[in-house]
């Protein structure tokens, strides 16, 4: 059974630094995008972040553009997310997905495979 664990994740004040990591087991991941998504209390899962299997292509949210940085180690089968200058509004639960080369790296549908989330928090 696919499974995607993510870990990193904690309380920090504002301006402050995290790293996510999300490994994937039980199969590898070739060729597929792989994501960062987020869902704060009472709002939709918003997108982050991706990255294409080669790593020559990355995307973010207007929001992160900056801050954030993912990256991937496709022989250890794990991608992360570098977050840099952390803002309160960040704090949600941050979830990673896998999906195929054909998707939109955006539309949180098109993932097929979810992790099951870890709480970042910035205090102000």
């Known amino acids: 059974q696919v499974q995607l664990v993510e870990s990193g994740g904690g309380l920090v004040q504002a301006g402050g630094s995290l790293r996510l990591s999300c490994a994937a087991s039980?199969?590898?991941?070739?060729?597929?995008?792989m994501g960062w998504f987020r869902q704060a209390p009472g709002k939709e899962r918003e997108f982050v972040a991706a990255i294409l299997w080669s790593g020559d292509k990355t995307y973010y949210a207007d929001s992160v553009k900056g801050r954030f940085t993912i990256s991937r180690d496709n022989a250890k089968n794990t991608w992360y997310l570098q977050m840099n200058s952390l803002k309160p509004e960040d704090t949600a639960v941050y979830y990673c997905a896998a999906g195929s080369r054909y998707i939109l790296p955006k539309d949180k549908y098109g993932y097929d495979y979810w992790g099951q989330g870890t709480q970042v928090t910035v205090s102000s």
């Open positions: 039980a199969r590898t991941f070739s060729g597929y995008v």
